[in-house]
Every structure is written in C-alpha cells, then in structure tokens.
C-alpha cells in the first residue's frame, strides 16, 4: 500500500488536467483493498476509485481519498469443450488483457483491442468498439463494497449493462471497488468484421487465414491512424454519446438532414452519430481558447495546451448548446464529471 498527501493527478487523467487531491492510495491486492477501507480511509470525506483516468475530466481540486487498485494477474480458472473463464485484476491495463487473450487463441475480446483504461473500470460503462460490448464476454466481477469491507461476486443480469451504462454507473456509483473481472472466451474463433472499417482495413493487409490476431492488427491500424494519443494531446476519448431518440424525431431530422448517420434499435428507437451532429454543425476543428474539437475525430475534445479542467468542461456545454439549438435534442456526457 502507497498513501501520498496532497498529490498531483495530472499523470492519472488522460485530459492531462493540472489538479490534486488531499490522499492518493494505491492498492496491491484485494487484501490491501479490504484492509484500506476497514481501517485506512476517512469515510467522512469523499473518496473515488480511478484507474488510468481515460473517461474522466476532474473540474476542481478533489478533497478527499483517490484509490487506485494496482492488483496485477491474469489467469484461467474453467474451461469446458467450448469456452474458457478468465479472472483479471482490475490494476491489470485492459490492453494486455485483449492481448494475453489473443496470444492464447480465446476469442471475443479483440474488437476491443487498445481501448485506454483498466480491467476493473471495462465493467463500468460497458466499453464497446467495433460492434462488440463488453457484455458479450462479460461472466461475472468481485468488488469491496466500501461502506462494509465485504468482497462481493456480481454477476452479469446484476450488471444491468446498457449503452455505455451498467449498475455501477447508476444505483452503485462510487459504493464499490472493483477487484477482478471474468470474462468467458470462445475457445472457436468466430469474427465480427462488418463494423465500422474493419472489412476495409483487413483488405489491405496481407494475411493467409483470418483469425483474431488478425483482427486485433486491423482494430490496432485504424485506431492508431484515427484517434488522437492522449499522450501527445489530452483527451477521454468520446466527450458525448450517441444521442437516442423515437422514431418521430429520427424521421423529423432526416428530413431536414438526409445524410443523416444512425442506427435503428429494438423498440422503434434510432442511435445518431453525435460525431456526425456535430461535424454537420460545423464544428470539428472548432476551438476556444486551449480548448478544442478534435480536427479528425468530432466526437473527441482535445486539450490543446494547458486547459484546466473548468475550461474543458466549459467547452463542452458550448457544444452541448449548439446541437440543442440546432437539432433540438441533448448530446449528454460519457466522460465523468468530478
Ligand atoms: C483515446 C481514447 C479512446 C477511447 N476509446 C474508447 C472506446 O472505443 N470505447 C469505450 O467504451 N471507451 C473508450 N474510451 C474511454 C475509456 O478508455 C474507458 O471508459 C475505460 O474503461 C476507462 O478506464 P480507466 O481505467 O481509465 O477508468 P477511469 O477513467 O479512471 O474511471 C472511469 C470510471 O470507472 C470507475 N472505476 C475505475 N476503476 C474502478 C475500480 N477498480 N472499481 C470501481 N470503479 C472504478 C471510476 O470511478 C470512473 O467512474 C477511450 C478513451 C480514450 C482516451
């Protein structure tokens, strides 16, 4: 266990925010974990569980407790004829899980290959890329329930994963620490190119069968070409999400925007690509300040210099009013807001 005082956070938000907080702990291990929240933390002050801090943007100085879990393994811990269980850390980068998964021939994870951010913060919004959901391989989780000390197992119908959402975001935000995920592979390969550039990329490499290190390479080639490196310019990844709105207003701003992007879901809704709204708007490349939308990539806010975070997030709503005013709905936020 690592206690450090009034420490900065710049290195642990993606955004690259200049901000601090009174503790920052690190935890090794479930057992740390449990013995910090029993005996360690001050429950009359506030307390967060971060990981690489890629899907936050933190506003103002944090007076309180900042727990990171550090835990580290991955292992198999079942298998039948079909599929394999595997138990991550939280503390482990999810990347090196997809590609641990990919070394050993289990399939499902690798459309999700180099998304930032932890194994224990996967869970939380349900990452997704690719057409792939972390729900899809998702079996279960542990997690130290902050108030009592007690390890918890979480299955996947208690998750109540949605569009970038699940329980952890809702009814059990911030009571949890995440400790380990199982996530259940597919011992036979099955592929899911027909998302986004996939197909178009596979194209272009030179390969004799498809298989999933195949298409972990591709996800990896158009991710690196079309996303901006927080390391070399701040940002979460997307700001907002995909808007979903009745058939009604899909039919309403197709009408007046037939080049329109979205997707029909269960339940006569429609998902519209915010990126496109707001390219249509005329604002990608737009700035203020030290604050912008990505050139390339419209759904991503940038840190083009030393922005604080109040500045980011006033960028934001700026964004968020003109799609209101030009479409007549909310782009609501996907980034947490602390
Ligand atoms: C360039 C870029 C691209 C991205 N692309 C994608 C993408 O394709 N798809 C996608 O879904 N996301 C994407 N993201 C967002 C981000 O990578 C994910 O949300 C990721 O899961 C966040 O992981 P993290 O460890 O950085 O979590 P943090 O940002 O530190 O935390 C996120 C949330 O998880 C909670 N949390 C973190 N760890 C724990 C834990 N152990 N226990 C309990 N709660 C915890 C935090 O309290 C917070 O609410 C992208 C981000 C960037 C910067």
């Known amino acids: 266990m690592d206690i450090q005082k009034n420490s900065s956070l710049k290195n642990y938000n993606t955004f690259g925010v200049h ?133 918890h197992r979480f299955y996947l119908k208690e998750l109540r994963f949605g569009y970038r959402d699940s329980v952890f975001k809702q009814k059990l935000k911030d009571k949890y620490i995440i400790t380990a995920v199982i996530l259940k592979l597919n011992k036979f390969p099955f592929f899911k190119i027909d998302y986004g550039n996939i197909a178009a990329e ?17 996800v990896i080639q158009i991710r690196t070409s079309k996303l901006p490196d927080p390391k070399e310019m701040g940002n979460a990844g997307s700001f907002f999400k995909n808007p979903i709105v009745s058939k ?5 701003l197709k009408q ?3 080049n329109l992007v979205a997707y029909p879901l269960e339940n006569e809704l429609f998902k519209l690509a915010a990126g496109w709204l707001i390219e249509n708007a005329g604002l990608k490349g737009y700035s203020k300040g030290k604050v912008g939308v990505h050139k390339n990539q419209a759904l991503i806010i940038v840190n083009l210099g030393e922005a ?24 609501e936020r996907e980034v947490y807001l602390i």
């Open 202 to 218: 596979l194209e272009k490499m030179t390969f004799e069968n498809l298989n999933i290190g195949v298409i972990r390479q591709a």
């Open 19 to 151: 901000v601090a907080c009174s503790t920052l702990v690190n935890l090794n291990s479930t057992e740390e974990a449990q013995a910090f929240v029993n005996i360690g933390l001050d429950k009359n002050k506030a307390h967060l569980v971060i990981g690489e801090g890629s899907n936050l943007l933190f506003t103002k100085y944090f007076d309180g407790t900042i727990i990171r879990m550090q835990n580290k393994g991955i292992e198999l811990i079942d298998q039948n004829n079909k599929y394999v269980w595997i138990k991550a850390s939280a503390g482990e980068k999810w990347d090196d899980f997809v590609k641990w998964s990919v070394e050993n021939k289990y399939a499902g994870a690798e459309n999700l290959s180099l998304i930032p951010g932890t194994v224990g913060a996967a869970p939380i919004q349900n990452i997704g890329a690719y057409g792939v959901e972390l729900a899809s391989i998702f079996n279960a989780l542990e997690a130290i329930e902050i108030d009592s000390g007690k390890l």
């Open 308 to 331: 604080s975070g109040k500045e980011i997030l006033e960028f934001s709503q700026d964004i968020q009013q003109k799609i209101t005013e030009k479409y007549g709905l909310l782009l």
């Open 248 to 252: 009604e207003k899909y039919e309403n």
């Open 256 to 258: 007046l925007y037939p």
